[in-house]
């Protein structure tokens, strides 16, 4: 079983919505999470952290970890066409040596 | 300049060949990380450094080997090239007690 899955999409949502992006992992000892952007051919670019159950805001962006059901999501507010791209959920394992990555899910917003 | 350089940007060879990515960086981290991205499969590890004494391998370092010549350079070596080792390469690097990653811009390469 794969550490960190996510559904690979492609999700559309309407420009404006909010897109809910989901990870689960499962590894329970996993303490911290992140969410990577990647437009298509680039390289990835970290959005958001998060290490602690419950929601993180930045912006238009919402993480929220929730570690006794093991998932933690993304939300992405006022949804833009600019915000279509594949995220990428990742966690450290191995005792932070290194970080596993989800196979990420394409989102797609449509004017 | 970007802060993770990653050179050739795309390369074209042939199989049985041997080739060589190059990664630097300016961020002054310690860690650095190489890991290929296919369709579908997502991020994986190959190999990963935590100083220039040392290299670890990752989920599938077979067919690759690693050079870290410096704290600033991690190059990843493929010995002798195969089809099924194309791919969209990619460079990390991470500073200790920031568990977030700096990629670099990729290396798309493909093997013929």
């Known amino acids: 079983q794969k550490e960190v899955e996510q559904n690979s999409g492609p999700l559309s949502v309407p420009e404006g919505a909010i897109a809910s992006l989901n990870c689960t992992y499962s590894d329970r000892g996993s303490q911290s999470f992140f969410w990577y952007r990647q437009y298509s051919g680039k390289s990835p670019e970290l959005i958001m952290s998060?290490?602690?159950?419950g929601d993180k805001e930045d912006g238009r962006f919402t993480a929220q970890l929730n570690k006794a059901s093991q998932y933690v999501s993304l939300l992405i507010r006022d949804s833009q066409p600019s915000d279509s791209a594949t995220y990428l959920c990742a966690s450290p394992s191995e005792g932070y040596q290194k970080v596993t990555f989800g196979t990420g899910t394409k989102l797609q917003v449509i004017p | 300049d970007a802060d993770v350089t990653q050179t050739p940007r795309n390369r074209i060879t042939k199989t049985g060949k041997r080739i060589m990515l190059e990664c630097s960086q300016t961020k002054g981290h310690d860690r650095m990380y190489w890991y290929r991205q296919d369709p579908g499969l997502g991020l994986r590890l190959i190999y990963y450094?935590?100083?220039?004494?040392?290299?670890n391998k990752g989920e599938i370092s077979d067919g690759y080997s690693v050079s870290r010549q410096a704290q600033a350079k991690f190059s990843l070596s493929l010995e002798s090239a195969i089809p099924n080792q194309t791919a969209l390469y990619f460079c990390?690097?991470?500073?200790?007690?920031?568990?977030?990653?700096?990629f670099g811009s990729g290396t798309r390469l493909t093997v013929v």
């Open positions: 998060i290490y602690s159950n």
């Open positions: 450094s935590f100083d220039v004494k040392d290299i």
């Open positions: 990390a690097t991470r500073g200790s007690g920031n568990y977030g990653y700096t």
